[in-house]
Every structure is written in structure tokens, then in C-alpha cells.
């Protein structure tokens, strides 16, 4: 015979009620149970009094608190676990617990080479990641433009900007900020001066990177070109 024969616990009560009863039916005091479990005195209250949002651990080490708790006072410890489970994780978050247990031990069992080489693959996509981050921070915007074509000769004192960059870019056209659309695109209409104008259009970033592409327009009103003829 046993020395030590397994102790039934009525159904019904909490899992802490069940166990602090036990406890006190086998005489042990929260001291001597905390010097065999390694558990912490405040710990092992908090256990018996339903608290476990005081103990400050992940539900795996709760569980093992109470199986430890269970070895020492010869309690059934799958029904304790099992009570606990339902209780105070339910069987939601228990079906988790079980798959992440599962996918764990999968990915641990895998040969150490495969394990390495999944790591490895992680962390160089973090490092593509973040270089394609900085990257796109220090570029310098893209800047196109679909008029006027540089060399212009026009009669017309009028002339309109029309291009296209970034969509965080601001737009500058001889120093001069002008909007954009949604897509990036922009239209600006400038006054041109009799002769050679020199138009500079510059997109900006943010951080401060800016690309500029500059124009040359002539601008010869018609009694210019009569004079030339």
C-alpha cells in the first residue's frame, strides 16, 4: 500500500477554495508550502484566493504554480489543471494554448540547421525592410516635367508649368511654392519677361532632399518678331 494515497476533492468549489481546503485539511502552513514549492508566500495567497491576476506571470507558469502546489498535498493533478483551465482560462483560450504549444514543439523539432536558416531568413528581411525605409527617406524626390521643353521660343507672355513628382513633395517654382494634386501632379501658369527666362522647378522632401530642373524660355512678343523680319 501507498504511503501517500491520492486525496479526492469535492466538486462545485473554485479551484482556489478547493486547494486552500486541502492545504488546511493536511495541516500545511503557507510557509512550509512556499519552502517546498519554491513559490513566493504572496504568490500562494493570491493562488488561494482566486487573485491570479496578482500573480505576474504568463498562464503557463500559473499552471505550474498549482501543479506544484497539487505534488506536494498528493492531489489529482491532471483534475486540478483541467478545473483550472476551465475556470480561469476557459476553453477558448485553452484550445489556443494548446495549438501555440503545439506550432512551439513543431518548430523545436526542427533540425537546428532549418531552425538557423528560418532566423536568419527572418532577420534579413528586417534588414531589407529597414534599408528600403532609409532608402526611400534619403532619396531625392522624383521630379518630371511634361512642359514647357527646354529651348521654348513662344509669343506668348503666359506659360504653364506642368509636371509631376512624389506625392509628399512640395513643389517650388522660382522659389515660389505651388500646389499639387492627390497623385503628385501640378500646374502652375508664370508671367514670362521679354527675352531669355530662366525657370528653376524644384521638388522638395521632407527631410530636406530636393531634385530642381531648370528651363530655358524665350519669350519674343510680336512686335519682336516683326522687327526680326
Keep these: 500500500m501507498s504511503l501517500f494515497e491520492k486525496k479526492e476533492l469535492p466538486p462545485g468549489k473554485r479551484i482556489c477554495i478547493r486547494l486552500k481546503e486541502a492545504r488546511e485539511k493536511s495541516r500545511f502552513s503557507l510557509d512550509e508550502l512556499s519552502s517546498k514549492t519554491k513559490i513566493s508566500k504572496k504568490h500562494l495567497v493570491a493562488l488561494e484566493e482566486c487573485r491570479f491576476d496578482d500573480i505576474p506571470y504568463a498562464i503557463v507558469y500559473q499552471k505550474n504554480f498549482i501543479k506544484k502546489y497539487a505534488e506536494i498535498l498528493n492531489l489529482p493533478i491532471e483534475d486540478i489543471l483541467n478545473q483550472f483551465v476551465l475556470e480561469e482560462i476557459g476553453p477558448d483560450k485553452k484550445n489556443d494554448e494548446v495549438h501555440n504549444e503545439i506550432n512551439k514543439k513543431k518548430?523545436?523539432?526542427?533540425?537546428?540547421?532549418?531552425?538557423?536558416?528560418?532566423?536568419?531568413?527572418?532577420?534579413?528581411?528586417?534588414?531589407?525592410?529597414?534599408?528600403?525605409?532609409?532608402?526611400?527617406?534619403?532619396?531625392?524626390?522624383?521630379?518630371?516635367?511634361?512642359?514647357?521643353?527646354?529651348?521654348?521660343?513662344?509669343?506668348?507672355?503666359?506659360?504653364?508649368?506642368?509636371?509631376?513628382?512624389?506625392?509628399?513633395?512640395?513643389?517650388?517654382?522660382?522659389?515660389?511654392?505651388?500646389?499639387?494634386?492627390?497623385?503628385g501632379q501640378f500646374k502652375e501658369v508664370i508671367t514670362l519677361s521679354p527675352g531669355v527666362n530662366t525657370i528653376h522647378i524644384s521638388a522638395k522632401k521632407k527631410h530636406g532632399k530636393t531634385t530642381e530642373l531648370i528651363r530655358y524660355v524665350v519669350f519674343k512678343s510680336d512686335k519682336q518678331l516683326s522687327y526680326s523680319r
Design 107 to 183: 518548430f523545436q523539432n526542427l533540425p537546428s540547421f532549418l531552425r538557423i536558416s528560418f532566423i536568419l531568413i527572418i532577420v534579413l528581411a528586417i534588414i531589407i525592410y529597414i534599408g528600403w525605409q532609409v532608402q526611400t527617406l534619403i532619396k531625392p524626390p522624383e521630379l518630371t516635367l511634361f512642359s514647357p521643353e527646354n529651348g521654348l521660343v513662344t509669343t506668348n507672355y503666359e506659360l504653364t508649368i506642368h509636371g509631376q513628382t512624389n506625392q509628399e513633395s512640395k513643389i517650388f517654382v522660382n522659389g515660389m511654392e505651388i500646389l499639387s494634386s492627390g497623385d
